[in-house]
């Protein structure tokens, strides 16, 4: 008879979870080595006493980690698994109703992004004996429905565990998921109350240490040789490097290619790294936040090899970006379902890295038109001139987050990371941040969650910690953003976990604030002021008595103030070497004008504007609108201008 061990579901999965391994060639890594809890009555005598009785008997077989909202739990995961380059994450553990629900926002961000996350919402009793308990919702039409079924569409893979005995399937089955290259994302296993109690004989085989080998799948024969051929017949190719190169650490072998053949590259936001950004032909961003000289080559590429890319709206600027009529893309990703996209005929689906050695061996001898290298060469000095310009201290009292942005990057070193999602801030880093390392750029711009800055930075910072690894981690947020999510501050306190945060405070929503105006808004609702009972709006000039940096050092952590004035942007950079030279988490004030923006890109973001209004802005907007999205290309069939 197999050897069992009398457990617990939730002591037999908190083992379990701390016994499986990921192995990437020779890396070899703790699948998820650690877990965060909040707990409630739903989960404190399962998983929080599991997690107890671990931490008594065995303290490093899962760390626990307290973290201040369920969001943020699953933030903190994601920001740790782009550092790990997916092969780790960590697990959130929540309890019923509002607990769980906290998190869906979170499972989201990881599902849009690619990146592990493993969640544990605890559910309301298997069995009903009480129902309804705290904090259950209650549908009349379907009464085996709990907020935890909102999981399904968020998750790559949902299952919940109903009787003690289904757990070994389920966890099994969350881990290949989990793992997969292919389908991570959003991992859920809903865990009733009840169930997280009740004890079973565990086989010691489900126990023991697992390894799960990331798959690295070869390019096939036949899609490779087509891709090739297609490459070796162009005149303007042009790489648009995605987040997979990151992913699969392939930026080694992206380098080898294009010094090899000359070929240009562009990246996303998530594949910001996979180029240093002085390489000679890195162009930087694309699409709607990209640089000059990446999407001026981009309209004349007559074939856009895509590596590791999901090709968002802004990658492509909503589809105006690659304007040769007669332009091919040969798509490689580990998905079929993104290798697949743009309608191409030529899908490589393969690991990004297999599939860069298999074409520098079968483009041996291939180089771009010298003309074409020449153009890439010209563009890119054109552009990083500008951004000297850009970065240059203006001497105004509120400076422009151009030269925020250049002050910070001066004072930060070449392997520091960046941590950003939302508002005007991811369109200009992706223009001007120079990005001197793979791991040094984290912009989550998929689900570009407000929010997510401070404790994804945090779960970045804890995955460096993980490794070994003393680099900094430098979190841009402006003051809209931080009012959504800032309570992991205090973790970072309480851990003391050095961060840098700076707060660039515009008193309201700079982003959508400028996109209001270019749809006629005229910036309406995006601004914080003082209620005008008179307009009944917040238009009016009196700002809100806010003190943020109040804020912050009621949390615990050193603050640093930057007074408006000629000598800003040199205070700021001053700040950020104080802060580098701390061990503990500084938190950086500063305020900016934003108005002044950072230098055009010639890309395009199609926001629909009304069509019709009595508004005059509206009305201006609209016949703008119209003419830029001439150039849009659909899926298939004539232009929009056609």
């Not at 501050?489 to 209001?516: C, D, F, M, P, R």
């Amino acid at each position: 008879m197999a050897a069992t061990k009398r457990m617990t579901v939730s002591q037999a999965l908190v083992e379990f979870l701390g016994h499986q391994w990921t192995v990437d060639g020779d890396i070899r890594e703790r699948t998820i080595p650690g877990m965060f809890g909040i707990f409630g009555h739903g989960n404190v005598a399962g998983i929080g006493q599991a997690l107890k009785q671990a931490n008594v008997e065995q303290p490093d077989l899962m760390p626990y980690y307290q973290a201040r909202n369920e969001q943020a739990m699953v933030h903190q995961s994601v920001g740790f698994a782009r550092m790990h380059r997916r092969r780790a994450t960590l697990a959130s553990a929540a309890s019923v109703g509002p607990g769980a629900t906290n998190m869906l926002t979170g499972a989201a961000l990881a599902t849009t992004n690619r990146l592990p996350a493993l969640l544990l919402p605890s559910d309301t009793f298997a069995t009903r004996v009480a129902d309804p308990v705290l904090q259950q919702l209650e549908q009349p039409w379907d009464t085996g429905l709990t907020v935890n079924d909102a999981f399904r569409p968020l998750s790559k893979f949902f299952d919940r565990v109903q009787r003690p005995e289904q757990l070994y399937s389920i966890a099994l089955a969350a881990m290949r998921v989990l793992t997969d290259p292919a389908e991570t994302g959003a991992v859920t296993i809903a865990l009733p109350e009840d169930v997280q109690a009740e004890a079973i004989d565990v086989p010691v085989e489900f126990l023991q240490d697992r390894e799960w080998h990331i798959r690295r799948p070869l390019p096939e024969r036949g899609p490779l040789a087509r891709a090739v051929a297609a490459i070796r017949g162009a005149k303007k190719p042009l790489i648009v490097a995605g987040g997979g190169v990151i992913y699969s650490g392939a930026e080694d072998q992206l380098r080898l290619l294009v010094e090899a053949t000359g070929i240009p590259v562009a990246t996303s936001q998530a594949g910001g790294g996979a180029l240093d950004w002085d390489h000679p032909q890195n162009l930087g961003g694309v699409g709607a936040t990209g640089t000059l000289a990446a999407n001026r080559l981009a309209a004349e590429a007559d074939v856009i090899i895509g590596i590791g890319t999901r090709y968002s709206d802004f990658t492509t600027a909503s589809r105006t970006a690659f304007q040769n009529p007669a332009v091919a893309f040969v798509n490689i990703n580990v998905a079929s379902f993104d290798a697949y996209k743009h309608g191409t005929q030529l899908p490589v689906i393969a690991d990004a890295r297999e599939a860069l050695v298999a074409l520098s061996t079968e483009l041996e001898g291939y180089r771009v038109p010298t003309e074409h290298a020449a153009r890439a060469t010209r563009e890119k000095a054109g552009w990083d001139s500008l951004v000297d310009d850009a970065f240059a201290p203006s001497g105004r009292a509120l400076p422009g987050q151009s030269e925020i942005i250049g002050a910070i990057q001066a004072a930060s070193a070449p392997k520091d990371v960046i941590v950003q999602a939302a508002g005007s801030l991811p369109g200009d880093l992706h223009k001007l941040w120079r990005v001197r390392d793979p791991l040094g750029y984290h912009v989550e711009y998929a689900f570009s969650c407000m929010g997510y800055e401070i404790a994804g930075g945090l779960g970045a910072k804890r995955g460096l910690i993980a490794d070994g690894d003393d680099r900094d981690v430098i979190v841009m947020v402006g003051d809209g953003s931080y009012l959504m999510l800032n309570s992991e501050l205090v973790t970072a306190v309480a851990e003391g976990i050095k961060l840098i945060v700076v707060l660039i405070q515009n008193h309201g929503y700079a982003s959508i604030g400028h996109l209001s105006e270019t749809v006629g808004s005229e910036r309406f609702g995006t601004l914080y002021r003082e209620y005008d009972p008179a307009a009944r709006n917040f238009q009016g000039e009196a700002k809100l008595p806010v003190d943020l940096a109040m804020n912050a050092r009621s949390y615990g952590l050193d603050v640093i103030e930057i007074a408006p004035g000629p000598d800003a942007i040199a205070d700021l950079a001053a700040a950020v070497a104080t802060a580098k030279a701390s061990d503990g988490p500084t938190f950086i004030h500063i305020e900016s004008d934003p108005r002044l923006y950072a230098p055009g890109g010639e890309g395009w973001w199609d926001v629909p504007v009304p069509e019709v209004s009595s508004l005059a802005s509206t009305q201006r907007a609209r016949a703008e609108y119209e003419q830029l999205r001439t150039p849009q290309r659909p899926l298939l069939g004539p232009e929009a201008g056609e």
